[in-house]
């Protein structure tokens, strides 16, 4: 995959991602992306943010009178446009949806990604990021390098294959609260 993230363009196509879960952690994006992109706090009406049996991450589902708090990442080339999409793996779908940033109230339609499974079993409570950082950010990070690592390879593994065989391998069963 060579020329990701390298030069853009005039004609380049930029998207603003709103981001919810592991993508708020400075260190997971650089993983991913090489860079930081600028971003905004933003807040996503009528979702709700849950934790997922057996994974570290969040998903978010429509839920009336409930909001969930994130960040919008800005200026997403096509390039990283297609890395958070194979990162995201097909357990989400990229929709558009609109989020109010908190800075200036302005309300924006953005990408973000939404549970696939809508009636999944396995969605519960509430996901914490602060949790997420004490317990999990840093073997999510190595977790995160070694997808990238997987990407750049013909046949390589999905996001979630590679999320399975990262914890086995550590003999990590995530902590689920």
Do not use: Y
């Given at each position: 995959m060579s020329g990701i993230g390298s030069g853009l363009s005039q004609s380049q196509n930029l998207h603003n991602v709103f981001v919810y879960g592991s993508l708020m952690a400075d260190d997971v994006v650089r993983a991913l992306l090489n860079r930081v992109p600028g971003s905004s706090f933003a807040s996503?009406?009528?979702?709700?943010r849950f934790s997922i049996k057996g994974r570290v991450y969040p998903a978010i589902l429509?839920?009336?009178s409930k909001k969930v708090a994130g960040r919008v990442l800005k200026d997403i080339t096509?390039?990283?446009l297609y890395i958070l999409d194979e990162f995201e793996?097909?357990?989400y779908e990229r929709r558009t949806v609109e989020v109010s940033l908190l800075d200036s109230s302005e309300n924006l339609p953005v990408h973000a990604y939404v549970w696939?499974?809508?009636d999944d079993p396995n969605l519960y409570g509430e996901w914490d990021f602060e949790e997420w950082k004490r317990v999990h950010k840093d073997d999510f990070?190595?977790?995160?390098a070694g997808f990238?690592?997987?990407l750049e390879v013909p046949e390589s593994k999905s996001r979630v294959a590679t999320y399975e065989s990262f914890y086995?391998?550590?003999g990590d069963n995530p902590q689920e609260s």
């Open positions: 996503l009406n009528g979702f709700h429509p839920v009336e096509d390039p990283e793996d097909v357990e696939a499974d809508k990070v190595k977790m995160t990238m690592e997987e086995d391998q550590n």
